[in-house]
């Protein structure tokens, strides 16, 4: 299973960015997908979480700044990122996550990381 993370890069204070990540070898739709973040120093935290039904959870953080989506039919998984601040800075990463009932499985994957940095 792989998850690519890309679209990261530098940006000024009030910019915008575009996440997206592709998966390969399990299909999204059966999967709640994340983008959580780790700046230097700090622990990994969630962003954004949207489940396979369509709701979404945001970090209070970034509630109205950032919107996470989904395109089933291209696997892939979004957040779209504006207002950006300095505090935004940071490795975002791609996650996917299913529980199955039975037999009762959990299914976690992560992407290896895209850098997000923003100048003030």
């Known amino acids: 299973v792989q998850l690519q993370a890309f679209g990261g890069g530098l940006v000024q204070a009030g910019g915008s960015l575009r996440l997206s990540c592709a998966a390969s070898r399990i299909n999204i739709d059966n999967y709640a997908m994340g983008w959580y973040r780790q700046a230097p120093g700090k622990q990994r935290e969630l962003v954004a979480a949207?489940?396979?039904?369509?709701?979404?959870d945001y970090a209070n953080s970034v509630k109205g700044r950032f919107t996470i989506s989904r395109d089933n039919a291209k696997n892939t998984v979004y957040l779209q990122m504006n207002s950006l601040k300095p505090e935004d800075t940071a490795v975002y990463y791609c996650n996917a996550k299913r529980r199955t009932n039975w037999p009762l499985r959990d299914y976690d994957y992560w992407g290896q990381g895209t850098q997000v940095t923003v100048s003030s």
């Open positions: 949207i489940s396979s039904s369509g709701g979404t």
